[in-house]
C-alpha cells in the first residue's frame, strides 16, 4: 500500500498532479498494490485532482475525519457541536484569521473575505457562505483555520491548550486543524490497513507536515519530502527530493524497478 499526503507531497507548488505520476499509478494497480490519497482537503478536492483514477483510490480526508473507498464510507469521525462552539468561542479572540467549518459535502465560512475566498476555492471545491458560523446546525468533520503569513506563529499557540480534549494539528504553513481525538490521518490509515490485512512492513507513506505524524508512524517505509517541515524529517525513516523535483515519483520508479528485478 502506497500513501501520499497531497499538498507539499504528492503536489507540486503549482497544486498541479504530474502526468508521470498517473503512469506510475497504473504499474502500481498491476502490482496490486493499492494507492490512498491522505490529506486535510476536502473530498471532493482530493477527487478533483485525481479525477482519472478516482474509482481505483482510497481517500482519506479532512486530515482523517473521512475515509471513502468509490462510494463506500470507510470513515467518519464528526467533531461534536459542544466541542465546535467552544473553539469558535476561542477563535473570537484571535486576529487575522479565517475558520472553516468542513463537513463532509462542503465546508461553511464566512462571506466576508474576498482574497480568503479566492485562497479556499484551492482546497474546497464545495461551500457555502453564511452570516454566523455558531448557527451552523449540521454535523462537521473538523474546523480549520487559515492565517495569511504563518499558522505556527499566530494560530497555534491560540489554541494549543485545546489538545487536553481535542487533536490539534499544524496541518500547513498558513492552517491549523482542530477535530476530534481520533480524526487524523494515522488513525483512518490503521483502519484501511485492517479493512486490506496490510501490515506496516507493507505500506509505503509520504508526508511533509506535521498532520502527516501519525500516519507515517504506521509504515516501516516512511518518507519526508526534501520541503517537510523538521518535524517531519526526524520522524520519517528515510528521505526523498521535494515536491517539486518528482519526490514521490522517484521513489516509486525505484520500487517498481526493484519489483521487476
Known amino acids: 500500500m502506497v500513501v501520499c499526503d497531497m499538498d507539499g507531497t504528492l503536489l507540486n507548488s503549482n497544486h498541479e498532479v504530474s502526468n508521470r505520476f498517473f503512469e506510475l499509478f497504473q504499474q502500481l494497480q498491476e502490482r496490486n498494490i493499492r494507492f490512498v490519497a491522505a490529506s486535510g482537503r476536502q473530498y471532493h478536492s482530493i477527487v478533483e485532482k485525481l479525477r482519472p483514477i478516482k474509482n481505483d483510490i482510497i481517500v482519506i480526508a479532512e486530515n482523517g475525519g473521512f475515509a471513502m473507498e468509490r462510494e463506500n464510507e470507510l470513515l467518519s469521525t ?10 469558535l468561542n476561542v477563535l473570537e479572540n484571535i486576529p487575522h484569521i479565517h475558520p472553516v467549518l468542513c463537513g463532509k459535502h462542503s ?4 462571506g466576508n473575505d474576498t482574497d480568503f475566498i479566492t485562497k479556499l476555492q484551492e482546497y474546497y471545491t ?3 457562505l453564511l452570516q454566523d458560523l455558531h448557527a451552523h446546525q449540521g454535523e462537521i468533520l473538523k474546523i480549520a483555520i487559515y492565517h495569511f503569513e504563518s499558522s505556527e506563529k499566530y494560530i497555534y499557540p491560540a489554541v494549543k491548550h485545546l489538545e487536553n480534549e481535542l487533536k ?3 496541518s500547513g504553513t498558513n492552517w491549523v486543524d482542530i477535530s476530534s481525538q481520533n480524526a487524523h490521518k494515522g488513525f483512518a490509515l490503521q483502519k484501511v490497513q485492517e479493512l486490506h490485512r496490510v501490515t506496516p512492513a507493507e505500506t509505503m507513506v509520504f508526508g ?4 502527516d505524524l501519525e500516519m507515517l508512524a504506521l509504515a516501516d517505509f516512511s518518507f519526508a519530502m526534501a520541503n517537510a517541515h523538521p518535524m517531519v524529517k526526524e520522524a520519517a525513516h528515510y528521505a526523498t527530493s521535494s515536491n517539486d523535483d518528482f519526490g514521490v515519483e522517484r521513489v516509486l520508479q525505484q520500487l517498481l524497478d526493484n519489483a521487476n528485478q
Do not use: C, R, S, T
Open 168 to 170: 490539534v494539528k499544524i
Open 126 to 128: 464545495e461551500y457555502e
Open 78 to 87: 464528526p467533531l461534536p457541536n459542544i466541542h465546535k462552539n467552544h473553539v
Open 107 to 110: 465546508a461553511y465560512l464566512l
Open 208 to 211: 511533509d507536515y506535521n498532520n
